[in-house]
């Protein structure tokens, strides 16, 4: 999903994070921005892989962060990205678990009839957000999202 908005708006100057509870290795193209107790942050560099970190920068995000973080240090992390961004600047981030720090100005849940790898959700689905389903990803071209004043929004909103 992150990917689709991207792409669609690569004329925009968006910057995506991904934040991740998981300390597995680093893979190359990842360049150390930031550490602290509990996080890492860096830099994606590399658009030829398939890490998701890759393809959000082959969509055509202008930078693109992967952080490392552990639940307790999960708003120090994203404090610290944030430092990493201008104001005003297009922001995506993929992490449900930030929402438990942050207010998005637009919060997407993406759905699918598959019922392999489902996360739990519930909360989430609690808060105001958009949903999309799969189908409806393959079913349409342009997502309704626009980007005006500094803000995410959609007239999908709510569905």
């Not at 404090?79 to 449900?96: F, H, M, N």
Request: glycine residues 6%; neutral net charge; charged residues 25%.
């Amino acid at each position: 999903m992150a990917c689709r908005v991207i792409e669609q708006y690569r004329h925009l100057p968006i910057v995506s994070v991904k934040i991740t509870p998981h300390f597995h290795a680093t893979t190359p193209g990842l360049e150390l921005i930031s550490e602290g107790p509990g996080f890492a942050i860096y830099e994606e560099t590399d658009r030829k892989t398939i890490k998701d970190t890759s393809r959000m920068l082959k969509a055509g995000a202008e930078k693109v962060f992967f952080a490392r973080a552990t639940d307790g240090s999960l708003y120090n992390a994203f404090g610290e990205v944030l430092r990493q961004v201008p104001e005003g600047t297009p922001l995506i981030c993929e992490s449900p678990a930030l929402r438990q720090f942050a207010d998005p100005g637009l919060l997407i849940i993406m759905t699918s009839s598959m019922s392999d790898n489902q996360k739990d959700i519930k909360s989430l689905l609690k808060l105001p957000h958009v949903r999309f389903n799969v189908d409806y990803l393959l079913q349409n071209r342009d997502l309704p999202l626009v980007f005006n004043d500094g803000k995410w929004s959609s007239w999908h909103y709510g569905s």
